[in-house]
């Protein structure tokens, strides 16, 4: 897995050694408001979240990355592509994500994150097109969404959550 670098951040590879950084990002509540209410109670959760994304790299050598704080060295969420299989029943496809620790958002992270994912993913891994998804009441995820150049195609349900769909065309 490349490392990625950006003005602010390090995007790397996420590790087991991430796993209470994972449990701090996973268990607050605010974090989870758009992803079903359910945040993690234990650290064997955010073991196997972890072993899920190492696993992930090993089938399909692409998954999220651990967003480091370059100034700080602090890990402050995770970022990046992955191969999704779950989200859409009708296809599956490349998404792009984020989730930072409430204490950095609002910072232009995510945005700075995706930016540098999409690059990755059209100029080094050559994907014809990347999608995204957000809660049509997520208004920071959308807002990012867009301001990356992401094009609405209309919304669709996931567990009984309305959820707007995004996608892009590789540009070169």
């Known amino acids: 897995m490349k490392i990625i670098e950006t003005e602010r951040l390090i995007l790397r590879p996420i590790t087991e050694q991430d796993v209470h950084d994972f449990f ?37 050598h692409i998954g999220r990355l651990a967003l480091i704080e370059k100034n700080t060295n602090a890990f402050i969420g995770w970022s990046g592509l992955k191969y999704e299989t779950i ?50 009441n997520h208004i920071a995820s959308n807002t990012i969404l867009r301001k990356i150049g992401m094009q609405h195609k209309g919304t669709f349900e996931y567990e009984g959550d309305v959820c707007n769909w995004y996608e892009l065309q590789n540009p070169l």
């Open 24 to 60: 701090e990002l996973d268990s607050n509540p605010n974090v989870h408001v758009y992803l079903g209410n359910t945040p993690v109670k234990t650290l064997e959760e955010s073991e196997v979240m972890i072993a899920n994304i190492l696993k992930q790299y090993e089938t399909n």
């Open 87 to 136: 989200l859409r029943k009708e296809f599956n496809y490349y998404d792009i994500g984020y989730r930072l620790k409430e204490q950095f958002w609002g910072k232009g992270y995510a945005t700075e994150a995706a930016l540098a994912s999409l690059d990755y993913g059209f100029k080094d891994l050559k994907l014809e097109k990347i999608g995204a998804a957000a809660d049509v």
